[in-house]
């Protein structure tokens, strides 16, 4: 009986090897990609700066709409009789309006024209929504405009 139980056991180990050694093999072929480097290509390079230019092709227009008939909030108390309130967010608001004409298409330009590596991954994505900010503080501004 001790003769059968070591050639079983024998043969457990055999198979504990063998599927170990199985394991092992795969695990050498394995070509799962390994950690990227800052040099290496970043292959979704494209995603952040193609959803900005998106959503400014949809932002910008409705800025520019809602920023020039901004200006009617006077409509109410004349230029000269309007509180200072109000005069500062209109202000503001042009101010925003000529950040939206010209540093967002310069920030999505920046966006996309950043090398496809690795290491400008973030400064690329910071860059392309960032370039949404003016359009947007347009939108918000003239739906807070104080009252005149």
């Given at each position: 009986?001790?003769?059968?139980?070591?050639?079983a056991?024998r043969?457990?180990?055999?198979?504990?090897?063998a599927?170990n050694?199985?394991d092992a093999?795969?695990?050498?072929?394995?070509?799962?990609?390994?950690?990227r480097?800052?040099?290496?290509r970043?292959e979704?390079?494209w995603?952040a700066?193609?959803w900005?230019?998106?959503?400014?092709?949809f932002l910008i227009p409705?800025?520019?709409?809602?920023?020039?008939?901004?200006?009617?909030a006077?409509?109410?108390c004349?230029?000269?009789?309007?509180?200072a309130?109000?005069?500062?967010a209109?202000?503001?608001?042009?101010g925003?309006?000529?950040?939206t004409?010209s540093?967002?298409?310069?920030a999505l330009?920046?966006s996309?024209l950043?090398?496809r590596r690795m290491r400008?991954?973030?400064?690329?994505?910071?860059?392309?929504?960032?370039?949404?900010?003016p359009?947007v503080?347009?939108?918000?501004m003239?739906?807070?405009?104080p009252?005149g």
């Open positions: 009986m001790n003769d059968q139980e070591t050639v056991d043969e457990l180990r055999r198979a504990w090897a599927a050694a199985a093999a795969a695990d050498a072929r394995d070509t799962s990609p390994s950690p480097g800052p040099a290496d970043d979704s390079a995603v700066p193609g900005a230019t998106g959503l400014a092709l409705v800025a520019m709409i809602f920023g020039g008939l901004s200006p009617m006077t409509d109410s004349g230029p000269d009789h309007c509180s309130a109000l005069d500062h209109l202000a503001a608001i042009i925003c309006l000529y950040a004409l540093v967002t298409p310069a330009l920046t996309w950043l090398p400008y991954s973030t400064a690329r994505r910071i860059v392309a929504w960032c370039a949404l900010l359009p503080l347009v939108i918000l003239v739906f807070t405009l009252e």
